[in-house]
């Protein structure tokens, strides 16, 4: 593999960040990792694209090569917060494009109930990359965009508003597990983290578990569905 891979850093920090995972009813977990779709899905509204950009959803999604890194642990833990909502067809909600959204469907006689888990005070560094490299969007037109969003950003989910910037520049590494080493830290300490099983080691007292982790989405159809295969484990970030 080439020495000379271009790696994208991004800094997801914030009082409350989500990494959704398989909701249940009305409970809504989050995982620690953000998840592929999660990622396509904030670039993709960096860009300015719309849900019905389906095929370009999918692209990016296809193309993206990334690890992450855990910065910082909150020591409490993961934060739920419970939602009473009475709700009626005429509400309006807030978004992202700058005009309000209506909902379908009738009222609710009873509130409408919910809970979201949310990790406090969480830091997540990303590095990424794109493969092919050449396609657009590039990794300079992503970088563009994250500095100039053409809608607010969130992390997981619209009320998780990032702390600062995101992007955060660009290193060179071969592999993303070497990325991820070289990525700037906030602190020097062991940390988890996940890398794509071929980026990087599979064995060894770093590696915790290789999983196949479910965390795509087919853009074209809407729903959930895939895995890649992933590690699950710690490094240590040196000076």
Same mark, same amino acid.
């Given at each position: 593999?080439?020495?000379?891979?271009?790696?994208?850093?991004?800094?997801?920090?914030?009082? %409350?960040?989500?990494?959704?995972?398989?909701?249940?009813?009305?409970?809504?977990?989050?995982?620690?990792?953000?998840?592929?779709?999660?990622?396509?899905?904030? %670039?993709? *509204?960096?860009?300015?694209?719309?849900?019905?950009?389906?095929?370009?959803?999918?692209?990016?999604?296809?193309r993206?090569?990334?690890a992450?890194?855990? $910065?910082?642990? *909150?020591?409490?833990?993961?934060?739920?917060?419970?939602?009473?909502?009475?709700?009626?067809? *005429?509400d309006?909600?807030?978004?992202?494009?700058?005009?309000?959204?209506?909902?379908?469907?009738?009222?609710?006689?009873?509130?409408?109930?919910?809970?979201?888990?949310?990790?406090? $005070?969480?830091?997540?560094?990303?590095?990424?990359?794109?493969?092919?490299a050449?396609?657009?969007? $590039?990794?300079?037109?992503?970088?563009?965009?994250?500095?100039?969003?053409?809608?607010?950003?969130?992390?997981?989910?619209?009320?998780?508003?990032?702390?600062?910037?995101?992007?955060?520049?660009?290193?060179i590494?071969?592999?993303?597990?070497?990325? %991820?080493?070289?990525?700037?830290?906030?602190?020097?300490?062991?940390?988890?983290?996940?890398?794509?099983?071929?980026?990087?080691?599979?064995?060894?007292?770093?590696?915790?578990?290789?999983?196949?982790?479910?965390? %795509?989405?087919?853009?074209?159809?809407?729903?959930?569905?895939? $895995?890649?295969?992933?590690?699950?484990?710690?490094?240590?970030?040196?000076?």
């Amino acid at each position: 593999m080439s020495g000379t891979q271009r790696w994208l850093v991004l800094r997801l920090e914030a009082p %409350l960040v989500a990494f959704g995972g398989v909701a249940i009813d009305a409970i809504g977990v989050t995982r620690d990792f953000p998840a592929a779709s999660m990622l396509t899905g904030l %670039l993709a *509204n960096a860009l300015g694209w719309q849900r019905t950009d389906r095929a370009a959803h999918q692209s990016l999604q296809d193309r993206l090569v990334f690890a992450v890194r855990r $910065d910082r642990e *909150n020591p409490a833990g993961v934060l739920t917060d419970t939602h009473n909502v009475q709700l009626g067809k *005429n509400d309006r909600g807030w978004t992202t494009w700058g005009r309000p959204e209506g909902r379908d469907g009738a009222s609710y006689s009873a509130p409408h109930r919910r809970q979201r888990d949310y990790h406090v $005070d969480a830091c997540i560094t990303v590095v990424l990359r794109l493969d092919p490299a050449d396609t657009m969007p $590039d990794l300079a037109a992503l970088a563009a965009a994250l500095d100039r969003p053409a809608r607010p950003l969130f992390i997981g989910r619209k009320p998780c508003l990032p702390s600062g910037l995101i992007q955060r520049g660009e290193i060179i590494a071969a592999t993303a597990y070497d990325a %991820l080493c070289a990525a700037p830290r906030i602190e020097l300490h062991r940390t988890r983290a996940l890398w794509p099983a071929s980026e990087g080691p599979q064995t060894g007292d770093d590696v915790a578990r290789v999983v196949a982790l479910p965390d %795509l989405r087919n853009w074209e159809t809407g729903l959930h569905g895939g $895995d890649r295969l992933v590690v699950e484990g710690a490094l240590t970030v040196l000076p």
